[in-house]
């Protein structure tokens, strides 16, 4: 139901007009941008940037740039700030914006915050910078969206339904004006003598940290902050069990606490394979990884075996060799997992957000099957 009277809008205690610095629009110098500022009129040829103002939170934010072309709403370090807020109002998440040109910018974090629009009034989320902007927020598509409006910068208005028929907001041509002019400044102290030298992106170089036991050392990446790594250094030595080596140095799991067991189909009849020949040269390739994982105690002897497999011999492209199990007849005899492992765009964005990660390079350290 529609409501009866339209509600008032929230009270702003503050405002916030205006940071320094932005990236360009149109026209070319800071003269032209000048001039531009002057005419007060609105142009049928002006290429001008749909900039309006809105109550963020409890403040009145000047300099709003509506962009369709980002896939974020993005606030400004400074703007969170002039509002008010502390960084540890924010949610601490760390994600990448990337630029049409491919460049990166990290954000701080994100907050939600209600969003007043000629008497609708919604809760967004923005993704927090810290960089120097001529504008202190930019509305993308989620608030477009949001709010099913209909953007159009060569009007310079944008439109969109509420219970109570159309509303409108206006640009603000004057200051989208006003805002290329600031952002050009900066071109005026070039000096052509400058020349940009291109940034190539090398592999990153690897640091050894010794963990005091003998020969024993891992890797760390070398370009990390100092706080970060020398975290790293003093916390690493402290995990020494979290580390193997060796095949004896993988401890397992007790059997009291988890046991895998296969399901296998009773109706299917069992596979006994007679042994195979192998030369001298791959007998001792299996003798040496049986006996390697005898020791470390991950199988055991069994007498009168009701499936039997023969081992395969597969020869790594470093040139060493693989000891495997062809285990397609005893797969075919249970039934399927209903329960896969997750898919790889799950794990991707469950790592999203995070500074660092930890994982197990197993390139040539696992029991394939």
């Not at 040496?288 to 105690?297: Q, S, T």
Request: some cysteine; overall charge neutral.
């Amino acid at each position: 139901m529609t409501p009866a009277r339209q509600p008032t809008p929230p009270p702003h205690h503050k405002v916030i007009n205006f940071i320094a610095g932005g990236s360009e629009v149109c026209g070319s110098t800071y003269s032209q941008a000048k001039m531009m500022a002057r005419e007060t009129d609105i142009r049928v040829s002006q290429q001008d940037g749909l900039v309006i103002s809105l109550p963020v939170g409890n403040c009145l934010i000047k300099r709003i740039l509506v962009d369709n072309g980002s896939a974020a709403n993005i606030m400004m370090l400074n703007t969170l700030k002039k509002m008010g807020l502390a960084e540890s109002d924010m949610i601490k998440k760390s994600t990448t914006l990337v630029g049409f040109s491919g460049e990166t910018k990290r954000t701080l974090g994100e907050i939600t915050l209600p969003t007043y629009a000629q008497r609708v009034n919604l809760l967004e989320k923005f993704c927090i910078i810290d960089v120097d902007s001529t504008y202190n927020i930019i509305m993308g598509r989620p608030w477009i969206h949001n709010l099913k409006v209909v953007p159009s910068i060569y009007h310079q208005v944008l439109k969109f339904s509420t219970p109570w028929g159309a509303q409108e907001i206006r640009g603000d041509q004057d200051m989208a004006r006003e805002c290329y002019n600031t952002c050009l400044k900066p071109i005026v102290q070039y000096h052509g003598n400058e020349t940009h030298v291109a940034t190539i992106t090398r592999p990153e170089k690897l640091a050894e940290v010794d963990l005091k036991t003998g020969d024993k050392k891992v890797l760390i990446v070398e370009d990390l902050s100092p706080t970060i790594e020398a975290n790293l250094v003093n916390f690493l030595p402290t995990r020494l069990d979290a580390f193997a080596w060796e095949h004896d140095d993988i401890t397992g799991i007790d059997p009291n606490v988890i046991t895998h067991k296969l399901n296998v189909d009773p109706n299917y009849t069992h596979v006994r394979q007679k042994r195979r020949k192998f030369t001298t040269k791959r007998n001792k390739i299996i003798n040496d990884e049986i006996d390697m994982l005898m020791k470390a105690g991950m199988i055991k002897e069994v007498n009168y075996p009701e499936w039997l497999k023969n081992v395969s011999i597969v020869q790594n492209k470093n040139g060493k060799w693989r000891v495997c199990v062809d285990y397609t007849n005893l797969n075919k005899d249970c039934p399927k997992d209903p329960y896969p492992l997750p898919h790889i765009d799950t794990m991707v964005d469950s790592t999203a957000g995070h500074e660092l990660l930890t994982f197990s390079d197993a390139s040539s350290g696992f029991n394939q099957i």
